[in-house]
């Protein structure tokens, strides 16, 4: 039990952002060939033991079709915003495009249900690794991803948060009904 114990916590020191989720708790900085990749870290919380990693999917998608009436700004987990959106959207009969996008997500090593929609404070976290992340994701082959993403926090008078990955575009509120990209996220027990 002790050895168990002692590997996460080396695992933990080991996983950076900008690093490949391989999966069954392997990680790697780099690709030998065409590695099957189940996401790109982009945040590790070593206090909580878990790390954020974008799924390597990208759609452009409207976040919703109509207008949903809800508050998710006091919420910090994409995973419990993606929850509240989706019941809130069946209770209001509105189809939510990205978080049923992300919701929905099955990739390698992904089951249906696993992914959500970043929150706000999690995109910034993508954000601060804009670097690493850009470079990881040129390499499965992502060559343009100067992408504009929504996150699952409504606020000011319904309208999402998105932030940018580009350096021409600003971060800010948007109306429900415009498409940027949407990246599903993950969370990963280290």
Same mark, same amino acid.
């Given at each position: /039990? ?7 916590? #080396?695992?933990? #020191?080991?996983? *950076? ?11 790697? +900085? ?8 189940? +996401?790109?870290i982009v945040d590790v919380d070593e206090h909580q033991g878990i ?5 390597? *999917?990208? /759609? ?16 910090? +987990? ?5 929850? #509240? ?28 249900? #696993? ?25 499965i082959g992502f060559s343009k991803c100067s992408y504009t993403f929504?996150? +699952? ?8 948060? /998105? ?28």
């Amino acid at each position: /039990m002790d050895e168990k114990k002692h590997f996460v916590t #080396e695992q933990k #020191e080991l996983v *950076s952002a900008g690093m490949y989720d391989l999966g069954d708790g392997q990680f790697a +900085s780099s690709l030998a060939g065409k590695q099957k990749v189940r +996401s790109i870290i982009v945040d590790v919380d070593e206090h909580q033991g878990i790390a954020l990693g974008v799924c390597p *999917s990208l /759609m452009m998608l409207p976040w919703s079709y109509a207008p949903l009436a809800i508050d998710t700004s006091g919420i910090i +987990s994409g995973r419990e915003a993606t929850s #509240e959106l989706l019941q809130q959207a069946v209770k209001q009969d509105v189809e939510l495009g990205s978080a049923v996008f992300c919701a929905n997500y099955e990739g390698f090593g992904v089951k249906r249900g #696993e992914a959500f929609l970043p929150s706000r404070f999690e995109l910034y976290k993508i954000l601060t690794h804009k670097r690493n992340l850009k470079a990881a994701l040129a390499k499965i082959g992502f060559s343009k991803c100067s992408y504009t993403f929504w996150s +699952s926090t409504v606020g000011y008078e319904g309208m999402v948060w /998105m932030d940018s990955l580009s350096n021409y575009t600003l971060s800010g509120w948007k109306l429900q009904n415009q498409t940027f990209g949407v990246m599903p996220m993950i969370e990963i027990v280290l």
